[in-house]
């Protein structure tokens, strides 16, 4: 078989060119060594906050980072996601009612010692007013189970590991962009679903906090392990 065969036979098959997708230029050695040296170093300044401005941040902003999010990997291409970008007061008002009420059971009832002694350190408590002072709230649903195109139901694949990476790539894409985040996970989290009109296919999975800093914003005197610690080459 020739090559031009081949190649025919996997355009029938639904494939395309990696070149028709993937526009950037073959950068050599000595550019990738410091454009991921830059991305390192833009990463590192990362910092997750909870003290935010009031200060409105332009919704295609949003929408940038979460067509980022979307672009993520997922188990057999299924996508199993969606983002539910609030900016209503209102809404947001109802969420932070919602969320400080499971907090405040989850911290006098149900967290364990060891938990809260692990919390203690970063001075968090069932007191979530970043919920209605940051300008957006990203709520992020897995779908374990969808629809297909006849209206069957249809299991999804490695649903947590997907959508783990598409919020990675969605904080990633709000930092770069210059705004500061916060993961939010109360628990139990139904009631996003339920606030925000979502299927009953969707669980809620993260309510991410994005926003600009407060002036005189501050964040705990964390220390990341050391990078010996956390990775290895063989």
């Given at each position: ?71 993520a990997p997922s188990g057999a291409n299924q996508q199993p996601w969606h983002f539910v970008a609030v ?93 500061v985040t916060l993961t939010h996970t109360p628990s139990p989290m139904g009631f996003l679903r339920e606030i925000l009109g979502r299927p ?35």
């Open positions: 078989m020739t090559d031009a065969q081949n190649v025919h036979d996997s355009d029938e098959a639904g494939f395309i060119p990696l070149s028709s997708v993937r526009t950037l230029p073959d950068r050599g050695d000595e550019e990738i060594v410091a454009r991921s040296r830059a991305f390192f170093e833009l990463a590192r300044q990362r910092r997750t906050v909870r003290e935010f401005s009031t200060r409105a941040v332009p919704r295609i902003v949003i929408e940038n980072a979460m067509r980022a999010a979307a672009s900016e209503d007061p209102s809404i947001k008002s109802r969420i932070r009612v919602a969320a400080e009420a499971e907090e405040r059971s989850f911290y006098a009832e149900r967290a364990p010692d060891d938990w809260l002694a692990a919390l203690e350190p970063l001075g968090t408590d069932a007191d979530k007013p970043f919920l209605e002072t940051a300008p957006w709230l990203i709520a992020i649903f897995a779908q374990p189970w969808g629809l297909d195109a006849r209206g069957a139901r249809q299991k999804h694949y490695y649903v947590s590991e997907t959508v783990g990476i598409a919020t990675g790539i969605l904080i990633a894409a709000l930092h770069d962009a210059g705004l009953e296919h969707e669980r809620a999975f993260l309510l991410l906090v994005a926003g600009h800093p407060a002036p005189d914003a501050r964040v705990p005197d964390i220390h990341r392990k050391d990078f010996a610690a956390v990775a290895s080459f063989r």
